[in-house]
């Protein structure tokens, strides 16, 4: 008995939508280097779904920064990355309130986030293998020390070996590591390892960046993990279009997508043995 199939290519039309204004807006203030004044902001805009290439720059905007106390910076556009607004000539601090404000094509956008008031250190930076795993066939991990401060605290963690950072647009490894303070608060904490699944190997150079997050950056980060890792299952959560924190003043119902977010640093590096 013979069986034959067919086969039928069917194309699917997908209406691209508006083209919206995208924000990748982190203000930084790093403990470790407070004199820092390099910032760097990323504006681009969204494109059709099944496009396989950056996505376009949005140039010619007005980018400024104020702070709660009234002064103003303004970012400039770079010469050479379009897209990239950038200044020298803001030392963010750790308690500060900053809003963002962007001109673009005519409509007026604005963001606010709150630095918070505590820049928790990484005390240690070491290597040590997974609790109850075999080191000689598991490896190691980068593990952190820390004392979390009374009062609710937010976190996210960025870790770079040899100068690549592991969490990129580039990656399979895509959920942001971030976590409240509820399990800790209070208490130093000496075996944390926030990227537990990725070893890292002897000779290595490596990098963890603690951030510390406003509540609202930590809300707008689980939000988007929810959506990264949602496989369809009944237990994820449902494909939502959530919006950050950037609010188009001129056109209200056409938002700005992406966050602006002010966030307060402490990194240590260190060689892997």
Do not use: K
Not at 87 to 103: F, H, K, M, N, P
Not at 253 to 259: F, I, K, L, R, W
């Amino acid at each position: 008995m013979m069986l034959a199939a067919c086969e039928r290519v069917v194309g699917i039309s997908v209406d691209p939508g508006p083209e919206l204004l995208a924000v990748e807006a982190r203000l930084e203030a790093v403990r470790e280097a407070p004199a820092m004044s390099r910032q760097v902001f990323v504006l681009s805009t969204t494109a059709p779904y099944f496009r396989n290439e950056a996505l376009p720059p949005a140039r010619g905007a007005t980018v400024r920064v104020r702070d709660e106390r009234g002064r103003t910076v303004l970012f400039r556009e770079s010469a050479t990355r379009p897209g990239h607004y950038e200044t020298d000539s803001l030392i963010a601090r750790a308690g500060g309130v900053y809003t963002l404000q962007i001109e673009w094509r005519g409509d007026r956008y604005e963001g606010t986030d709150s630095l918070p008031r505590v820049i928790v250190p990484i005390d240690t930076l070491y290597f040590a293998p997974r609790p109850r795993a075999n080191p000689s066939v598991d490896g190691v991990r980068a593990t952190i020390a820390l004392r979390d401060p009374l009062g609710p605290n937010f976190y996210a963690w960025d870790q770079v070996v040899d100068g690549v950072r592991l969490l990129s647009p580039d990656t399979t490894f895509r959920q942001r590591v971030i976590i409240s303070d509820e399990f800790i608060e209070g208490v130093r904490t000496g075996e944390l390892q926030p990227y537990e699944l990725r070893r890292v190997n002897p000779g290595q150079m490596v990098t963890v960046r603690q951030l510390a997050l406003s509540r609202q950056t930590f809300r707008y980060l689980t939000a988007l993990n929810e959506q990264m890792l949602g496989d369809g299952s009944p237990f994820s959560a449902p494909p939502a279009n959530f919006r950050g924190n950037v609010a188009n003043l001129t056109r209200p119902d056409v938002a700005a997508v992406g966050t602006f977010m002010a966030v307060g640093i402490s990194e240590r590096s260190a060689r892997v043995p």
